[in-house]
């Protein structure tokens, strides 16, 4: 019988979320006009896709082989963004939100792995893309905060 590895099925999650994010960040920028909104968006979507590159390289160091499927897997807005007229009304701000609360969300789900996993350099990695989405976080906050100062 296999023996189960964990860290595989941890690291398989964190893969996974980092494409949905990477997906959502991209549909968002084909929904909304302003260029600013759009540079921000295909900036996080890359950043995602390199904590995408990450994990796959640290799922490889525990030798699993990486699986190319996953990244095909189909992809739905409306899975990620309870509305679809919201979706294309989303002004400036409610896009910064949307960053912040999904920065959250992989902060805390990498804190969640960080506590479950038993590995010491998966840890040292997972503490590197925590510090990473506390500081996208951040940047995104310190944008919400300049855009209600300055008038539109």
Known sequence: MAKLNPDKELLTQAIQREIDARNLF??????????????TLEELAKEETEHKQVLELELMKIGVTVDTEIDKKPFKITDYVTSNTATFNMDYKDVLELCIQKEDASFNFYAD?????????????????MEQ??????????QLKNSLIQPD
Request: no cysteine; charged share 30%; glycine share 2%.
């Open 26 to 39: 991209l549909a968002l920028s084909r929904h909304v006009i302003n260029p600013g909104i759009i540079k």
């Open 113 to 129: 792995i960080l506590a479950r996993t038993k590995n010491e350099n998966l840890k040292k990695v997972l503490r590197n893309l």
């Open 133 to 142: 989405e506390l500081r996208h976080k951040i940047r995104f906050e310190n």
